[in-house]
């Protein structure tokens, strides 16, 4: 079946460092590919998403490439803030199944 | 802007009770879900509904059930609360446009079973 598989957390970094969360799938077809970022107190917010090999999605500094040869979908950012502080999920879309990683959390510190 | 407003954000009932959560959009998109979140294990599917009167068991459906009666209203039941519920609980909503759309979450409700 379908699934996503995603670093595990929790995530530590400093204010401007640089921020990589690996997210690999396993699907039937060809998916979309979403990262979605959940606020604390809130539900899931979609970041980005992609929707065929080689497309790069990007939203508020974030970045992520579609990389079906690798079955791959990393998001990725510069230079992270505080307010960056979330748990990010990534997820893949196929058929009407939607499948999420298990959240990868992310605190960045002053 | 798509919304989708569950009724509570915070539910502490007692095992044994039978406990509602609703949820509602207002962008009359056709297929709903109900998910958990638990940390470590991230967002898994209890039941979800195409359309009106329909309703499909995700992949944890046990010891819950759903009605869809408005085209707008998804509510999750829980028949007979137990510990094990205590969870994070999610409702979305996605337009039917194909596999390239996402979907649309409610802020949660965090049910606690005593």
């Known amino acids: 079946g379908n699934s996503v598989t995603q670093m595990e957390g929790p995530v530590t970094l400093s204010e401007e460092a640089f921020l990589t969360i690996n997210c690999t799938y396993t699907a039937t077809g060809y998916p979309s590919l979403f990262w979605y970022v959940q606020y604390p107190g809130e539900g899931l917010q979609l970041l980005l998403k992609a929707t065929k090999a080689d497309d790069k999605g990007s939203n508020k500094g974030f970045e992520a490439t579609y990389r079906k040869e690798t079955t791959s979908f990393h998001l990725e950012k510069g230079s992270v803030q505080v307010s960056d502080s979330a748990v990010y999920f990534c997820?893949?879309?196929?058929?009407?199944?939607?499948?999420f990683g298990a959240g990868t959390r992310l605190t960045v510190k002053p | 802007d798509v919304k989708v407003t569950q009724s509570s954000r915070y539910l502490v009932k007692r095992t044994g009770e039978k406990v509602f959560l609703e949820c509602v959009q207002d962008?009359?998109?056709?297929?709903m879900f109900w998910y958990r979140q638990d940390p470590g294990l991230g967002l898994r599917l209890i039941y979800f509904?195409?359309?009106?009167?329909?309703?499909e068991k995700g992949d944890i459906p046990e010891g819950y059930s759903v009605s869809r009666e408005k085209k707008e209203r998804f509510s999750l039941i829980l028949e007979s609360a137990s510990t094990n519920q205590t969870s994070m609980y999610l409702c979305a909503s996605i337009t039917p446009g194909g596999s390239n759309q996402p979907q649309h979450f409610g802020d949660g409700t965090r049910l606690s079973i005593l």
């Open positions: 962008m009359d998109h056709e297929n």
């Open positions: 997820a893949l879309s196929l058929n009407n199944d939607m499948r």
């Open positions: 509904s195409y359309d009106v009167k329909m309703k």
